[in-house]
């Protein structure tokens, strides 16, 4: 079993000041936290889902203005308590019998107002203004998503290094589940593309087609809550010089999308100096068929961007941008530092583009061209 590493009072301080902070901006008494997302963002890591598809989980968050409680079942409270370390955290316990429905929030915020993530009767949705308090990481959290970036690394790199061709794209995904799963990372997204498949689907989901040449590997791994995104390409025998074209195109894309991600600028800023690249590399509509991605954290895109974004980047935020051309991508993660973005995807055997940006020369994941078997 993994040893449960306790989070700092200082991450767990910072978060709990935020909350008690949004109380007394929307003038409320308390603060009921249901989505899996933010009860482990709250927890400083504690999970609380059991399905992974359950985006509410089976505990949740009350945060008062003066108290602060975990409800759940008495089929989860005692691995909460401890191997999650929700005891030490001073979080007081709430159980209910698993077969009984108690409705803990409306005995402990009776003539209380109500504010929640999500839609309940009688309180007051605060799903975006909970979501806003994630964007900016604690120096803890960065750590931790430093590990996590890593971890999918080496697991992308393995699962790269295993694939033959006339392997099915289901045993590719298999195989990249595998390699990561095994290093403790939760996949969350698999997409596996082979051959004509990557030219004709942007978020290809695998099948029994085998590949022949050319596959796609995208990977969206969770651990901790924070989630890491990151796309490799493989060519087995010589590329051909329209995909190499196109492949060259959107690492500079990528490039110039990861120079401009800097404090003082929003992620519209950066989404226009991404079509004026788009263009300059003779690719000017392909913007329009996927997203570019966008602010990264606790979902694979916090916020997905568009020319008309607002949001400010901040030095302490993450982001995974993800340009397409038809048939090609590009796509890691990357902090934002108080002096210079770090990727933290980076995978070091892995063949590269060097794209000059004024000063700084920007590394991205060229086409791993293999021998053919």
């Known amino acids: 079993m993994e040893p449960y590493r306790s989070s700092t009072a200082t991450e767990l301080n910072v978060k709990l000041g935020r909350l008690q902070a949004l109380l007394i901006e929307r003038n409320l ?55 999650e370390g929700l005891a030490r955290q001073g979080w007081e316990f709430r159980v209910s019998p698993w077969y009984e429905n108690g409705d803990e929030v409306t005995k402990l915020t009776a003539e209380m107002k109500l504010g929640v993530d999500s839609c309940y009767r009688n309180a007051i949705d605060l799903s975006p203004d909970v979501a806003s308090l994630r964007f900016q990481l604690t120096s803890e959290e960065t750590e931790r998503f430093r590990e996590l970036g890593g971890l999918c690394a080496y697991g992308m790199g393995e699962a790269a290094d ?24 939760q996949v969350t997204v698999n997409l596996a593309a082979t051959d004509e498949r990557i030219f004709a689907y942007r978020h290809p989901l695998p099948t029994s087609k085998k590949l022949q040449r050319y596959v796609m590997l995208v990977l969206c791994g969770r651990k901790s809550g924070l989630v ?24 500079k894309v990528d490039a110039a999308m990861i120079a401009a ?19 300059a590399t003779g690719f000017p509509d392909e ?62 055997d892995w063949p590269a583009i060097n794209v000059q940006i004024d000063n700084q020369t920007i590394m991205r994941p060229a086409i791993l061209e293999r021998e053919p078997l």
């Open 29 to 83: 008494d308390a603060l009921w936290l249901r989505q899996s997302s933010n009860f482990v963002w709250a927890t400083c890591g504690a999970s609380s889902y059991i399905d992974r598809a359950d985006s509410m989980g089976i505990a949740s968050l009350l945060i008062t203005r003066t108290d602060r409680f975990v409800l759940t079942n008495n089929i989860e409270a005692v691995r909460l308590m401890e191997e």
């Open 287 to 348: 913007w329009q068929l996927h997203h570019q991605g966008g602010l990264a954290g606790y979902a694979p895109r916090e916020i997905t961007a568009t020319p008309a974004s607002t949001q400010p980047i901040l030095a302490g935020q993450a982001y995974a941008w993800n340009p397409s051309i038809t048939g090609v991508k590009s796509e890691d993660t990357i902090l934002v530092g108080e002096q210079n973005n770090e990727i933290i995807t980076e995978m070091e």
């Open 228 to 251: 890491c995104s990151l796309t490799r390409l493989i060519h087995f025998g010589p590329l051909p010089d329209e995909v190499r074209r196109k492949a060259e195109a959107a690492a």
């Open 261 to 279: 991600t800097r404090p003082g600028r929003t992620m519209g800023d950066v989404f226009h100096l991404a079509q004026e690249t788009y263009a």
């Open 162 to 185: 295993a694939i033959r061709p006339g392997m099915t794209e289901y045993e590719i995904s298999a195989m990249l589940s595998q390699a990561v799963e095994s290093r403790g990372v």
